[in-house]
T-cell receptor
Framework: DTGVSQNPRHKITKRGQNVTFRCDPI?????LYWYRQTLGQGPEFLTY????????KSRLLSDRFSAERPKGSFSTLEIQRTEQGDSAMYLC????????????FGSGTQLSVL | AQKITQTQPGMFVQEKEAVTLDCTYD???????LFWYKQPSSGEMIFLIY??????QNATEGRYSLNFQKARKSANLVISASQLGDSAMYFC??????????????FGTGTQLKVEL
């Protein structure tokens, strides 16, 4: 396993700007997840994909957030018109499509909205 | 809905001693899985151990063991022979058969463990 890769590691942006993060999962993993983690909290589920299909979205994922996984490989998470409340660590994870399969996480993208 | 509760914001343990990190859960799912992850300061979540709700025996993985008490809805992590490298944030998480679509996990708020010399 080469591991889950996320880019960039850090992103600083001004309020109102759009940002996009990329996640490259472990190659044989069909499932891909996005989580958000704020300081002192555990990760909160945002959305997940089975191959290219986005199967579930959390209520946390407002209309300003969009995620894609166009060819069932890498995924992007875009936040439009960023707000200060969007400042958080955005974690990507992947897994095989078997029940109770463990998730492998990337190192995350730390977003700071000024 | 699922809920994970970790009541210990921070724990200290001396090197080579054992430590127990508490986790209680609440779910209406008849079948579920419980996970523990470690998050060092680098940010990456590292899988430690898994327990299925119908597993007869408590899970063990090297120095990690899970003290699973189904009736009490607790899934405490025991780390034996603590090492300095064990200093990190530890998260308990669960997935329900009906509420954890696609292996989606619900996490607790975590326990910050500090191993001292």
């Amino acid at each position: 396993d080469t591991g889950v890769s996320q880019n960039p590691r850090h992103k600083i942006t001004k309020r109102g700007q759009n940002v996009t993060f990329r996640c490259d999962p472990i190659s044989e993993h069909n499932r891909l997840y996005w989580y958000r983690q704020t300081l002192g909290q555990g990760p909160e589920f945002l959305t997940y994909f089975q191959n290219e299909a986005q199967l579930e979205k959390s209520r946390l994922l407002s209309d300003r957030f969009s995620a894609e996984r166009p060819k069932g490989s890498f995924s992007t998470l875009e936040i439009q018109r960023t707000e200060q409340g969007d400042s958080a660590m955005y974690l990507c994870a992947s897994s095989r499509d078997r029940t109770n399969e463990k998730l492998f996480f990337g190192s995350g993208t730390q977003l700071s909205v000024l | 809905a699922q809920k994970i509760t970790q009541t210990q914001p921070g724990m200290f343990v001396q090197e080579k001693e054992a430590v127990t990190l508490d986790c209680t859960y609440d779910t209406s799912d008849p079948s579920y899985g419980l996970f523990w992850y470690k998050q060092p300061s680098s940010g990456e979540m590292i899988f430690l151990i898994y327990q299925g709700s119908y597993d007869q025996q408590n899970a063990t993985e090297g120095r990690y063991s899970l003290n699973f008490q189904k009736a009490r809805k607790s899934a405490n992590l025991v780390i034996s022979a603590s090492q300095l490298g064990d200093s990190a944030m530890y998260f308990c998480a669960m997935k329900g058969v009906f509420t954890g679509g696609g292996n989606k996990l619900t996490f607790g708020t975590g326990t910050q463990l500090k191993v001292e010399l």
